[in-house]
């Protein structure tokens, strides 16, 4: 396989896995949890794993602008 075509399946699953964040995202916002399951379900161990991070990592940061906003 071409350098070429490696880079373009690459930027394919960056893209792919962006989505499926922004979709699992999206759903958590509106509290849609039955749809938020499926997205998740159809996820790989990977993927979830990298959703889990995310979610912790901004859950303590909104925690921290809000302290910052209530002092």
């Known amino acids: ?9 690459k930027a394919i699953g960056t893209a792919s ?3 499926a964040f922004q979709n699992a995202t999206s759903m958590a916002c509106r509290g849609d ?3 938020l399951a499926v997205c998740l379900e ?4 990977g993927q979830l794993v990298e959703v889990a991070a995310a979610a912790r990592l901004l859950s303590a ?11």
């Open 33 to 35: 949890r039955q749809r």
């Open 1 to 9: 396989m071409d350098q070429a075509l490696a880079d373009v399946l």
């Open 61 to 71: 940061e909104a925690d921290h602008a809000l302290a910052r906003r209530n002092a």
């Open 17 to 19: 896995r962006a989505l």
């Open 42 to 45: 159809a996820m790989t161990p």
